[in-house]
């Protein structure tokens, strides 16, 4: 059964103004489109690879065929970036509960953290994503991937991710990409990253228990 472009929770102008609609439209339904559409391409009657989610797919990239590998990547990569982008936007939200508190412990403040962040995303060279992932050892942590990459191929736990590819914020931002990561913390719905925190480390401590 083919993969299918994920409907989203809201419409298209929900983020404005910080994201227009008109990036919005296009980002869901021609770029994040045009990932689903290959990425099915690729798995279409390779028995190791149908039947597996793309989550699945890319956590475990290093089982993938050499010869496929890196278009998997790259298309099963943009897929589930994107599905998890798409899923932690919305306007008007503030960082509460667990992830809050972690976030506090981790960098000290939640200004410090916005901060380390920011620099993160303004540090990184071309096209990717940076992320705020929990780590093996259920730590916070700042991390950038380059095109497609997803933290899953390492074994990390996304919590949190800007979209650094002009495609996410060229028609509003042209090359400022720093505005677009300021206003990016204006659409961050923290309740969806507590609950993936959470659910993270209970993923975690059951892994845990496993290897125990």
Request: with cysteine.
């Amino acid at each position: 059964m083919k993969y299918k472009l994920p409907k989203l929770e809201y419409q298209y102008d929900a983020l404005e103004p910080f994201i227009d609609a008109k990036t919005m439209e296009i980002h869901h339904s021609k770029h994040h489109q045009t990932y689903v559409d290959k990425f099915n391409v690729l798995i279409e009657g390779n028995k190791e690879l149908e039947g597996k989610t793309p989550e699945e797919i890319i956590t475990n990239i290093e089982n993938v065929d050499e010869k496929i590998r890196i278009a998997v990547r790259n298309y099963g990569g943009g897929v589930v970036n994107h599905n998890f982008f798409f899923d932690i936007l919305k306007k008007d939200t503030k960082s509460v509960g667990d992830i809050l508190k972690e976030i506090e412990k981790e960098f000290g403040s939640f200004e410090e953290f916005k901060k380390k962040f920011s620099e993160s995303a303004l540090s990184l060279f071309g096209s990717g994503w940076t992320w705020l992932v929990l780590n093996k050892d259920k730590r916070l942590e700042i991390v950038n991937t380059a095109n497609h990459d997803s933290p899953l191929s390492y074994k990390q736990i996304p919590l949190l991710v800007i979209d650094l590819w002009e495609h996410a914020y060229y028609l509003k931002y042209q090359n400022r990409r720093a505005e677009y990561i300021e206003n990016f913390f204006n659409v961050i719905n923290w309740e969806k990253v507590n609950e993936c925190f959470i659910a993270g480390n209970k993923y975690l401590g059951v892994k845990q228990n496993e290897r125990k």
